[in-house]
């Protein structure tokens, strides 16, 4: 019910797919709420959900995206101008670094936005604009996203559900209760302990430029995304012509596409992991749809900066609850998703930025001393 609600635009659409998959109706003497859900919850946040509706904030602003994609654009004739004018020397190579990793990380925040079907009323607009930003303009599939994504979205901060937790325990221990658990079966991939210190030097740089860069070719080739194959050619196609033509292949046409990936998956990272790792992460429980994405989610402080520097996803909370509202309505529902959270005795975190980038560090040494304490003393 809940998850249907959140996820789809045309339900009525949606609808008729899912009729063949429709088994019988449930007996009268059948619960209709599981007893792992917070029935009074849940109905609140259903009438939230129709307040939201009726206010019109799932409506969105296609001017606000307008521009944004305008900014975008014009950061990265910018970033290959500064070249073509100033020359291929260390300064205006800085330069043009700089402002290609920001016409880039703000493409992804666009992408999310359309990934999610907040952009335009019509799904099938969303798809194709979609394909132009992720596909042409960063060089990944569309379709290899929205799995990945939906998926967090689904399950979030659950365990061998959500992939964006798939880092445990290959190369993290996330959570105190699964950092205990890894550490009492003895388990130990790495040096969890210091995990809090690699951190900085291994997910940050390098999630875009090793892992995502081969996960997204992967799973389009063996899907057969070839729509999608054959959009992110031409993001590389046009890189080559564009930068190519201007710096020399080693020394410079291969540093500026390495280095802007590792500067933007920085970004990312710090920013995507900031509202997450700090919370509660553990195995799936079948909680209702609003606590499942409660426990998983903070916020970070609002401000001009912050709502540009996130992609607003300094309003995860709100983003969760809500994954097809336009980001620009986010601060007009926040007051009512506080008000809920307060009526049912439920903590809405929100945090300065820094101090949520912090965070994820102190998470990663808390989590990484339990797992230590565990694997000595068991």
Known sequence: QDAFEAFHVDKVL?????KPLQIGELAPDQPSIEPTKNEMLLRDFREL??????????EPNQLFFFLHLAHILLLEAAAWLILFYFGTSLVPFAASLLVLTISQAQAAWLQHDLGH???FKKTKWNHLLHKFVICHLLGASAKWWNLLHSQHHSKPNCFRKDPDMDMHPFLFTLGKRLSVELGIKKKKYMPYNHQHKYFFITLPPFLFPTFFQYHTFYVAYTKRYWV???WMMTFYIRFFYTYGLLLEIKSGFWPLLWLHRMLESSWFVWVSQMNHVPMDIYYDRNLDWASTQLQATRNVEQSLFNDWFTGHLNFQIEHHLFPTMPRHNYWKVAPLVKSLCAKHGIEYQ?????TAFADIVRSLKNSGELWLDAYLHK
Do not use: F, I, N
């Open 14 to 18: 949606v609808g008729k797919y899912l």
């Open 49 to 58: 959900r129709h307040t939201v509706e009726k206010m019109g904030l799932l």
């Open 228 to 230: 999608d194959l054959a």
């Open 350 to 354: 929100c945090k300065p930025l820094l």
């Open 117 to 119: 079907l907040s952009v």
